[in-house]
C-alpha cells in the first residue's frame, strides 16, 4: 500500500498519473469526478495499491490549472530480484519538463475565463524547475546532472507542462527509448523524443563523448495554427572529468542539441510509429464497443459579439469537445459520488458513441457545425467490454495533435493516419502483435489514432485532453464502468475521510 498525503494546500484534487486504481476511483482524485474539493485547511489522505505496473509516472493537481506548479515524479521501481529487462544503469534521474508563467497561472486563467480569449501563453519552459541558460536572470541556476565517462544514465522524462508538446534531445548522445508511460517498450535510438503533456519517456544514455559539458534542451512542438511559447529550456550534462569542473579553470560553453522545428510533424509522428511492445501483446480482438470520438475545438457564438465576455475569434467564445459534446462538471455532487449515491439529475448516461453528424471532418467545415452542446454526458459500459476508440481530429478552427488521455486504464495505441478514418480500409493496417501501450496518447494534427482496451476496472474514469487550456474548454467526457459479478469486480466503498461537497 501506497499512501500520499497532503495538508492545507489549497488543491481540489491530486492524481497519480497513469496509476490504474483498480476498484478504487475514490483515490484517483480530478476534481468533481472522483471526489468534491479538498476545502483550505483540510486534508484528505490519499490510499492505493499499485498492482501490475512499474516505470515512470507522475503525480498533479487536477484542478483548474493548479498543476501548473503541484507535480512530482512517481517511479516504480520492479519487486525485489526482478531486474530491469535493459542493462542496469549507473544512475536514474527524473527529468521533469514545465511550463513558467512570470504571473500568476490562476489568474491568467481567470482572465480567459472571463474573455472567452485564448489564455496567455507561457514566459518560459523548465527542466526541474528551472528555465537555463538561455532566459534571463536564470543561469545560475540552471540544473546539471554529473556524469562519469562510460557511465549508462536512465533519464525518467516526464512532460508536466500545462499546454505543450516538446522536443527533447541530449547534444551530441543518443537516447534508447526503453519505456513510455510505465510500460516497456523494443529499445530503440533516436536523437531526440517528442512527448505530449501527460507523457513519460524513459530514455537510457550512454556518456561516451568527450569530457564537458552539453546542453539538454526542450523546445516546443506546435501542430496549432496558434500562439506558442517560442523558446528554449535547458540544463547542462556534466562529465566530472571536463576541463574547468572543481575550479580548475573557465568552463567550455556547452554544446547545444539539433532539435527539430517547431512545425515539424514528420519528426514527431517518425518518433511515435516507432514504438513497440518488446513481445506479443493481448489485445482485443473481437469488440463489443466500437466507438468513433472526434476531438477539437469549437467556438461558441454571443449575443453580444465583441463584448468584454465575447474576445475569442470573431466574437466568439473558445470552446473545445468530444463529439460535439463540450463536458460540464458538476456543481452539486462529483460524479463518482452521485453515482455510488444514487443521486438523479447530476448526469447523464447518453454521451454518443459516434458524432451526432457526420462531416468531412478535416476538410472545410460549415461553421453551422462549429459550436459544441454543453452538457455532462457519461458513456456506460459494461464490466469486461472491449472497447476500441478511434479519435479523430477536425479542421474546426485549426487542426491540432490533442494528446488524449484517459484514467483508470492503459490501452494499446494500434493504429494512426493523417486524414479522415476509413473504416473500411484503415483497419488492415492496425497492429495487434506488439503495439505500445500507454494512457496518454496524441491524434496526429489532421488525422486519427486508434486504441483498444478491455474495460476491467469499475467507476467513473475521465477521458481528456491533456492541453489544460483544452480541458478547461471541455474537451473530455467520462466513461461509467458497471460493477462486474462479486467483490472483485465491483468498486469499493469510499474512504470515510473522503472530502463532502
Known amino acids: 500500500m501506497d499512501v500520499l498525503t497532503h495538508d492545507q494546500l489549497l488543491l481540489s484534487g491530486l492524481i497519480r498519473h497513469g496509476v490504474r486504481q483498480l476498484r478504487n476511483p475514490w483515490a484517483d482524485g480530478p476534481d468533481r469526478v472522483t471526489q468534491c474539493p479538498i476545502r483550505p485547511g483540510r486534508s484528505y489522505t490519499y490510499r492505493f495499491t499499485i498492482e501490475n505496473q512499474e516505470g515512470t509516472l507522475w503525480w498533479h493537481a487536477h484542478s483548474r490549472w493548479l498543476r501548473a506548479t503541484v507535480y512530482g515524479a512517481l517511479i516504480i521501481h520492479p519487486k525485489l530480484g526482478f531486474p530491469y529487462p535493459f542493462p542496469m544503469p549507473r544512475a536514474e534521474i527524473p527529468v521533469l519538463l514545465g511550463e513558467w508563467w512570470d504571473r500568476n497561472p490562476m489568474d491568467v486563467l481567470r482572465i480567459a475565463d ?5 489564455p ?8 526541474n524547475g528551472q528555465p537555463g541558460d538561455l532566459y534571463r536572470c536564470s543561469k545560475q541556476e540552471t540544473v546539471r546532472f554529473p556524469v562519469g565517462s562510460g557511465e549508462t544514465i536512465l533519464l525518467r522524462v516526464i512532460n508536466s507542462a500545462l499546454n505543450q508538446e516538446l522536443f527533447f534531445g541530449v547534444a551530441n548522445h543518443r537516447l534508447t527509448v526503453v519505456a513510455v508511460d510505465a510500460a516497456y517498450t523494443k529499445p530503440f535510438t533516436t536523437s531526440v523524443i517528442m512527448i505530449a503533456p501527460g507523457q513519460t519517456t524513459d530514455v537510457l544514455l550512454t556518456a561516451d563523448q568527450t569530457p564537458g559539458h552539453y546542453y539538454m534542451a526542450a523546445r516546443a512542438y506546435n501542430s496549432a495554427n ?4 517560442n523558446t528554449t529550456t535547458t540544463a547542462i550534462l556534466e562529465y566530472k572529468t571536463a576541463p574547468g569542473n572543481a575550479k580548475k579553470g573557465k568552463q567550455s560553453t556547452p554544446i547545444f542539441p539539433r532539435l527539430p522545428g517547431f512545425n515539424d510533424t514528420n519528426s514527431a509522428i517518425a518518433f511515435t510509429s516507432r514504438l513497440r511492445s518488446p513481445s506479443k501483446v493481448k489485445v482485443p480482438l473481437q469488440i463489443d464497443e466500437n466507438l468513433f470520438f472526434t476531438v477539437g475545438l469549437g ?11 465575447c474576445q475569442g475569434p470573431n466574437g466568439t467564445r473558445f470552446a473545445a469537445s468530444v ?3 463540450s463536458f460540464v462538471l458538476p456543481k452539486r455532487n462529483s460524479l ?16 454518443p458513441p459516434v458524432p451526432p453528424v457526420k462531416f468531412d471532418y478535416t476538410g472545410n467545415v460549415s461553421r453551422g457545425l462549429w459550436q459544441p452542446v454543453k452538457a455532462t454526458k457519461l458513456y456506460k459500459l459494461k464490466f469486461g467490454a472491449r472497447v476500441q476508440i478511434v479519435f479523430q481530429d477536425t479542421s474546426i478552427v485549426t487542426v ?5 488521455h484517459l484514467h483508470g486504464y492503459h490501452f494499446a495505441v494500434i493504429g494512426s493516419g493523417f486524414g479522415n478514418f476509413n473504416p473500411q480500409k484503415d483497419p488492415a493496417r492496425f497492429n495487434l502483435i506488439d503495439p505500445p501501450y500507454r494512457n496518454t496518447i496524441g491524434t496526429p494534427p489532421g488525422g486519427w489514432v486508434a486504441i483498444r482496451f478491455e474495460a476491467d476496472n469499475p467507476g467513473i474514469w475521465l477521458m481528456h485532453c491533456h492541453l489544460d487550456s483544452h480541458l478547461n474548454w471541455g474537451l473530455a467526457m467520462a466513461f461509467l464502468v458497471e460493477n462486474g459479478v462479486g467483490m472483485l469486480q465491483s468498486v469499493q466503498p469510499p474512504p470515510l475521510d473522503l472530502p463532502r461537497c
Open 323 to 325: 463529439n460535439n459534446m
Open 120 to 127: 496567455n501563453i507561457s514566459d518560459a519552459y523548465t527542466i
Open 299 to 309: 467556438l461558441i457564438n454571443c449575443t453580444n459579439p465583441n463584448s468584454p465576455r
Open 226 to 229: 496558434a500562439p506558442f511559447d
Open 336 to 351: 463518482m459520488q452521485a453515482y455510488y449515491q444514487g443521486q438523479p439529475g447530476i448526469f447523464t448516461t447518453d454521451f
Open 400 to 404: 491540432e495533435d490533442h494528446p488524449m
Open 114 to 118: 472571463f474573455t472567452g480569449a485564448a
